[in-house]
C-alpha cells in the first residue's frame, strides 16, 4: 500500500512560481504511474500531469503545458511539480495519486490520494 503526502503549497502572486511535492512510502513506489490534479472551489477535481514509474513518460493538461513540468525521483519516493508562470485560475487543491498507467486522466484511474495542499495566485 502507498501512501502519499502533498507539501510545498502557498500563496504566490501571478507569474511566480511554485514546487509541490509528493512524498510516497512504501517500496513499490516506482512501479506505479503518478499523477497530479487539482480542484477549485465548487469545481470537479482534474488532472493536470502525470508521470510513468520510471519517469520516462509524462503527460500534461492543455491548461498547463508549456508552464509546469513533473519529475520524479524514486530514491527519495518523491514526485515534484514544478508550477511556473502561474496564473490566478491555477488556484486550487493539488493532490497526488498512483496509477497503474501513465495513460490515465480520469480520477477513477487513480488510488491512495493525499490530504492535497493549497495553491493560491493572486492577480
Known amino acids: 500500500q502507498v501512501q502519499l503526502v502533498e507539501s510545498g503549497g502557498g500563496l504566490v502572486q501571478a507569474g511566480g512560481s511554485l514546487r509541490l511535492s509528493c512524498a510516497a512510502s512504501?517500496?513499490?513506489?516506482?512501479?506505479?504511474?503518478v499523477g497530479w490534479f487539482r480542484q477549485a472551489p465548487g469545481k470537479e477535481r482534474e488532472f493536470v500531469a502525470a508521470i510513468s514509474g520510471g519517469g520516462i513518460t509524462t503527460r500534461y493538461a492543455d491548461s498547463v503545458k508549456g508552464r509546469f513540468t513533473i519529475s520524479r525521483d524514486n530514491a527519495k519516493n518523491t514526485v515534484y511539480l514544478q508550477m511556473n508562470s502561474l496564473k490566478p485560475e491555477d488556484t486550487a487543491v493539488y493532490y497526488c495519486?498512483?496509477?497503474?498507467?501513465?495513460?490515465?486522466?480520469?480520477?477513477?484511474?487513480?488510488?491512495?490520494w493525499g490530504q492535497g495542499t493549497q495553491v493560491t495566485v493572486s492577480a
Open positions: 512504501g517500496r513499490t513506489f516506482s512501479i506505479y504511474a
Open positions: 495519486s498512483v496509477s497503474a498507467s501513465v495513460r490515465g486522466m480520469r480520477t477513477d484511474e487513480y488510488a491512495n
